[in-house]
């Protein structure tokens, strides 16, 4: 019965992967739930399995239920899971509509980088030294970059995961947490972190100077098309459609931000915050 009772669940998870693949994420996340509740408590494999129910279950739209899914996946992960699960619901919970909770949960996750969650209003000037900073320095390119180590690379996504995702309730504190991302992957991050920077500041830079911040993203989507990151080009397109929609041009706007929404499906499914706002 054991046996069997194991079967079962590899030919749900299987059919799970197989409707995910097809963005069939209701169906997904119930084989998913399926397979969990078959799941022997002692299964090694449930944690990744809860981790597969609540990612389906965001992409289907249930953001806060998917969220407290990954937590509870997060208790029984190993370290690097874990942490990746915790930002992931933080994130989902902020953006989803329980910012109570994911506040705490990206408080929780910053302290554990050494950064804490600015509040507004005590961010405004802080930001404003920040980006006056960022904006003396002329940005570097990338040539040489390496893939920073893993602790490095794992500070470096909490930064622009919280922080984009905080920028929804409070621009300062998420531009502020943005902004640290962006200096610190321009100076050591690797290829993926710098032109993710460089899409990022051409977005900020936009926002008070349309045609600077233009110029930055078109030398900003040359690199990501060099280091062929879908996901830098994606963010891109979702700072045109920003720049676009600024000065008016609703159709040139509508046409980057499908673009942007098409291709961070494609590189990067997991980033809910810049599929919906795009």
Not at 59 to 84: D, I, K, Q, S
Not at 109 to 122: D, I, M, N, Q
């Amino acid at each position: 019965a054991a046996g069997e009772g194991g079967r079962a669940t590899e030919y749900l998870v299987d059919a799970a992967e197989r409707a995910d693949a097809r963005l069939a994420f209701d169906l997904a996340a119930s084989l998913y739930e399926r397979a969990v509740v078959l799941s022997p408590s002692d299964d090694p494999r449930r944690p990744s399995r809860l981790m597969q129910w609540g990612r389906a279950t965001i992409h289907a739209g249930a953001a806060v239920r998917g969220a407290r899914l990954l937590l509870e996946a997060a208790e029984e992960l190993p370290a690097p899971e874990r942490a990746e699960a915790r930002v992931l619901a933080a994130v989902q919970l902020i953006a989803g509509g329980s910012p109570t909770e994911g506040l705490a949960g990206a408080a929780e996750v910053l302290a554990h980088h050494g950064f804490r969650v600015p509040a507004s209003p005590t961010a405004l000037i802080p930001l404003a030294w920040a980006r006056a900073r960022m904006r003396l320095w002329a940005l570097p390119g990338i040539a040489g970059a390496v893939s920073p180590e893993p602790r490095e690379r794992a500070r470096l996504d909490t930064l622009w995961r919280i922080g984009s995702a905080i920028s929804v309730l409070d621009v300062p504190a998420g531009a502020l947490l943005v902004t640290a991302h962006n200096r610190a992957a321009l100076r050591g991050g690797g290829p993926r972190e710098a032109t993710r920077a460089l899409a990022m500041e051409a977005i900020l830079t936009g926002a008070l100077e349309p045609g600077r911040g233009m110029r930055q993203l078109e030398y900003a989507r040359g690199t990501a098309l060099t280091v062929e990151d879908g996901y830098a080009v994606a963010l891109t397109d979702f700072g045109r459609a920003v720049l676009e929609f600024n000065a008016g041009r609703l159709s040139a706007a509508l046409s980057f931000a499908e673009a942007a929404e098409a291709g961070l499906r494609g590189s990067a499914p997991d980033s809910i915050w810049e599929i919906h706002n795009a």
